[in-house]
Antibody
Framework: QMQLVESGGGVVQPGGSLRLSCAAS????????MNWVRQAPGKGLEWVAF????????DYADSVKGRFTISRDNSKNTLYLEMNRLQPEDTAVYFC???????????????WGQGTLVIVSS | SYELTQPPSVSVSPGQTAVITCSGD??????ICWYQQKSGQSPLLVIF???KRPSGIPERFSGSKSRNTATLTISGTQALDEADYYC???????????FGGGTKLTVL
């Protein structure tokens, strides 16, 4: 069955970097756009980034633009989020989520991973 | 900047109809999704493209939109529907994806 498994979270100091991974299985990863969405402790959902199925288009929330980079390796069925210049306000659970329709950019996110926690603290 | 406004909380008795609204200036041209998130779980898509229900989502969940307000309606609300609900908006002319602040649905 479909699975999205995030990894790479942890504790990092302000100004530090971290790379998150999301391993996909149970569907044809290379045909679906993917997103990262985060949720600060006790807060709501915040969209972070989107990458097209072929990796050629990427979009970012204003809050992370220039600091975070989304990428994917379709040969490894894996999504990534490279996070640089991390700040305490980046502390959150980071979810990877799959777009529902093949080749679409519309963010109907029909399957989500369990999330990985990132804590930015000195 | 664009914002989506949801009521922080809605309460309903079992068997009654719960209505959760989501308002924003640019909703008229945006696609709306609704997600259910139970405590400690990942979000679950319950409505997409304003009114469509993914397979496996009960018929008691429905969505509608009128101008700048989208509405999630849960008919015959059950105790297991108790969760946080988030609206999400996306306009193809603007790549940003916006979530509302979330509504905590309590089934009393």
């Amino acid at each position: 069955q479909m699975q999205l498994v995030e990894s790479g979270g942890g504790v990092v100091q302000p100004g530090g970097s971290l790379r998150l991974s999301c391993a996909a299985s149970g569907f044809t990863f290379s045909t679906f756009g993917m997103n990262w969405v985060r949720q600060a402790p006790g807060k709501g959902l915040e969209w972070v980034a989107f990458i097209r199925y072929n990796g050629k288009d990427k979009d970012y929330a204003d809050s992370v633009k220039g600091r975070f980079t989304i990428s994917r390796d379709n040969s490894k069925n894996t999504l990534y989020l490279e996070m640089n210049r991390l700040q305490p306000e980046d502390t959150a659970v980071y979810f990877c989520a799959k777009v529902s329709i093949k080749y679409s950019s519309s963010p109907d996110l029909d399957f989500w991973g369990q999330g990985t926690l990132v804590i930015v603290s000195s | 900047s664009y914002e989506l406004t949801q009521p922080p909380s809605v309460s309903v008795s079992p068997g009654q109809t719960a209505v959760i609204t989501c308002s924003g200036d640019y909703l008229a041209n945006a696609y709306i999704c609704w997600y259910q998130q139970k405590s400690g779980q990942s979000p679950l898509l319950v409505i997409f493209q304003d009114t469509k229900r993914p397979s496996g989502i009960p018929e008691r969940f429905s969505g509608s939109k009128s101008r700048n307000t989208a509405t999630l309606t849960i008919s015959g609300t059950q105790a297991l529907d108790e969760a946080d609900y988030y609206c999400q908006a996306w306009d193809s002319s603007d790549p940003r994806v916006l979530f509302g602040g979330g509504t905590k649905l309590t089934v009393l």
